[in-house]
């Protein structure tokens, strides 16, 4: 009687098969909708700075060099991929792409960076309008993020000086 | 130079130790997900281990915590000398989307050196093994910074130059850009 229980689970066993998928060599197909890193298209984006002022993760720099040069900066490290940056874009110039194979050694690996010629209006200096009233207050003007230390500034504010977290971690680990 | 320090190394096999320093338990899954049969990674011999001081390869989940940034940094002290650091999920490697509020204090990289990134939220359990593939040399990696710079105005300005004569007519080069 064992050895026939014994022989029943060694033919499910046998049943079961393989499940393992041999990843780098071959990949399986992604689901539909699925949203990987996306991708900037420098030919269709206007410059609007709509997908700056939409990332939750604000992650999208901008820069004004001048009233006609804007510099777009997606840094990408904190991305979480939302699609928000795709969706406002008035353009359609943001495509959320399927590549989700972006391990680096180096994370300025998966920034992209546009430098862009803006076609200004002349009476408003920008032509994208935001909805709500807040949205193009801030919106007015230039913008000035800062690019070297790769962080986002408030048009209200004035330029952080240095590294304000670093400090802070020195007391926490004293 | 990394990698080939890396292949003679870790030659033989990774011990992964996973560390959470304050995630949303996204990454955690993901990792968990890879060490099943489904995809089975101890065929490159990647074996999870509960101590730091068993471990050659760190995965750091979440971003660095005000409340965990010293247990982070002991951990990471513990583990034996040629180590590696990995930072999952988009919170270890930029800090998340909460990355200005009070706990959080950035990247684990300001805690801790890292060595890989894969970024994502969280990354697929693929996009894991592709980057421990990429630190051991199996694979290459894909990405690759983009930079674009516009050299020309892309409405054309009206200039004399780009008016030819045409016998009777005078053509304007770039009308139908205009």
């Known amino acids: 009687m064992s050895i026939l229980s014994k022989l029943g689970e060694t033919a499910i066993c046998l049943k079961a098969g393989r499940v393992t998928l041999p990843y780098p060599a071959q990949a399986r197909p992604l689901p539909e909708k699925f949203r990987g890193r996306p991708i900037f298209d420098a030919s269709k984006c206007i410059g609007c700075a709509g997908c700056a002022n939409n990332c939750p993760a604000r992650e999208i720099l ?6 006609e040069i804007r510099i777009l900066k997606y840094l990408g490290r904190r991305c979480t991929y939302c699609g928000r940056c795709a969706d406002v874009c008035p353009e359609k110039a943001i495509t959320m792409s399927q590549e989700f194979e972006n391990g680096t050694n180096q994370i300025g690996d998966i920034g992209q960076r ?3 010629f803006m076609s200004t209006c002349q009476r408003c200096g920008r032509c994208f309008q ?17 690019l070297q230390n790769e962080r986002w500034i ?15 971690l020195k007391i926490e680990l004293d | 130079m990394l990698k080939n320090l890396c292949q003679k190394m870790f030659g033989r096999s990774l011990w992964v130790y996973h560390a959470n320093s304050g995630g949303c338990n996204g990454c955690d899954i993901e990792v968990l997900n890879v060490l099943t049969p489904y995809y089975d990674v101890e065929r490159f011999g990647i074996k999870l281990v509960g101590s730091p001081r068993h471990a050659d390869v760190m995965l750091c989940q979440g ?8 247990a982070l940094k002991r951990a990471y ?3 034996p000398a040629p180590k590696l650091v990995f930072a999952i999920g988009s919170c270890a490697c930029g800090g998340g989307v909460w990355f200005d509020s009070y706990p959080v204090l950035g990247p684990v990289e300001k805690i801790i050196p890292v060595n890989y990134y894969i970024p994502g939220c969280p990354p697929r359990p693929e996009a894991i093994i592709y980057g421990v593939a990429v630190a051991l040399g199996l694979v290459e990696k894909k ?7 516009e050299l020309e105005l892309p409405i054309p300005r009206y200039h004399p130059k780009d008016l030819h004569g045409q016998g009777e007519l005078v053509v304007y080069e770039k009308a139908e850009k205009v």
Do not use: I, N
């Open chain 1, 62 to 67: 901008v820069f004004d060099v001048c009233q």
């Open chain 1, 114 to 116: 546009l430098e862009l």
């Open chain 1, 130 to 146: 935001e909805p709500s009233v807040l949205e193009q207050l801030k919106m007015k003007g230039y913008r000035f993020d800062d």
């Open chain 1, 154 to 168: 408030f048009r209200s504010q004035a330029r952080l000086e240095g590294d304000a977290v670093v400090d802070d």
């Open chain 2, 63 to 70: 971003p660095a915590m005000r409340a965990t940034a010293q």
């Open chain 2, 77 to 79: 002290e513990a583990m």
């Open chain 2, 143 to 149: 990405t690759a910074p983009v930079e674009f710079k």
